[in-house]
């Protein structure tokens, strides 16, 4: 009988944990391969909402949890906590010793994840190369693109500028994105059930009223442009503030500025009152889903607005650099981070409302074809040459 094939997937935050939920399904039905998850990064830490739990309350078994975020949330514990994942991951490698290596987009824990799988001679497997984008995490993209030897972008776009980065055009396929996988399966219900579940019902005693419009607000650092995350924060919750929508609003990554920006969201909280603005540590993919689909328009730099808002027709505002040059909808308004042009750009979606539905990432299948693959792509080596 065929030994099956390890694989070890690693998932280091929330959103990147919608990229990677089905595939890891798939690994898990099929008889060739069998199930390696490594969990570490942002799930772990209840200031970023502990994720975690939501992963154990899907069922996967976790083989490893990895402490390795250095706490400071600036260049150097981002970088220091880049090398302490390598230090780490090497050891979970050498103690599971995986056939292969799936590591999800553009995360300093990803890029530690991909290096120290391609030191040890692993087959190395990403997902979503091939995009461009703003911030550090392009950078970190291409460069796991180099160590990596499967590739599994999520665009004919992406695809092709991998080949032209000289990966070989026989380990690149274009699958679409696993996140979608999630979107076309999920039942959004009503808002009225959306608003009565307990994760989204205030803690505080306000109310979410259903009969209402309300905003989805996601803003994240930018980690090349450090030092101005909290001016950058306060511009969009002063826009936030002046459409008088009620306002669901999660809390930023742990990218270097992530403090900046919550210091930005307590101090605009305590200087101008809460009023419509509800804050939550961390959804559910499906939840957020959800949230997403009955959202009267999204707001911030989220890498959701660009690739999945489109799968709903949803309207988005994406304000600043982090999203640059990302495929997107005609759904997706770009702008600065000036409270008037943030609050114009708003009413101007509101006014437009749903835009017609537009699958750029893919048809929801891309979890199963990955499987599939990596049953039976070679592993003769992880010795790779720049394909001319």
Not at 237 to 250: H, K, N
Request: hydrophobic content about 40%; charged content about 25%.
């Amino acid at each position: 009988m065929k030994e099956k094939r390890k694989v070890c997937v690693v998932t280091g935050s929330r959103a990147e944990y919608g990229r990677v939920k089905s595939i890891l399904e798939a690994i898990q039905e099929h008889p060739g391969l069998e199930l390696i998850l490594v969990v570490t990064g942002a799930h772990l830490l209840r200031k970023y909402g502990e994720s975690v739990l939501e992963i154990e309350k899907d069922g996967f078994p976790i083989a490893e949890k990895v402490y390795l975020i250095v706490e400071g949330e600036n260049p150097l514990t981002m970088t220091k906590s880049t090398g302490l994942g390598i230090i780490e991951l090497a050891t979970v490698y050498d103690k599971y010793r995986p056939d292969i290596v799936v590591v999800p987009t553009d995360r300093f824990e990803t890029l530690s994840a991909a290096i120290a799988a391609a030191f040890m001679n692993i087959t190395l497997v990403h997902i979503q190369g091939g995009e461009t984008s703003g911030t550090i995490d392009e950078s970190i993209r291409h460069a796991i693109t180099k160590f990596t030897n499967v590739h599994f972008p999520a665009t004919e776009q992406s695809r092709q500028r991998l080949i032209r980065m000289g990966e070989d055009p026989a380990t690149v396929f274009n699958v679409g994105c696993p996140a979608t996988d999630l979107l076309v399966r999920v039942d959004p219900g009503t808002r009225e059930e959306l608003f009565k579940h307990p994760d989204v019902v205030p803690m505080d005693g306000r109310i979410l009223h259903p009969d209402r419009p309300y905003l989805l607000v996601v803003q994240h650092p930018v980690t090349t442009e450090f030092g101005k995350g909290y001016e950058q924060i306060q511009e969009t919750l002063f826009a936030v503030r002046e459409t008088g929508l009620q306002s669901i609003m999660l809390w930023p990554n742990p990218d270097a500025g992530s403090d900046e920006i919550s210091l930005g969201i307590r101090r605009f909280i305590l200087h101008h009152g809460q009023e419509n603005l509800f804050l939550y540590r961390n959804f559910s993919n499906e939840l957020f889903i959800r949230l997403m689909y009955h959202a009267a328009c999204m707001v911030g730099n989220s890498s959701a607005g660009i690739r999945e808002a489109c799968y709903f027709g949803v309207p988005v505002v994406n304000i600043g650099s982090r999203q640059n040059n990302r495929e997107r909808g005609s759904n997706v308004m770009d702008v600065w981070y000036e409270r008037k042009k943030i609050c114009e750009g708003i009413q101007r979606q509101l006014a437009v409302g749903r835009y017609p539905v537009e699958m750029i990432y893919g048809d929801g299948t891309a979890g199963r074809q990955i499987a599939e693959i990596l049953s039976r792509i070679p592993l003769d080596g992880t010795q790779k040459r720049i394909s001319y």
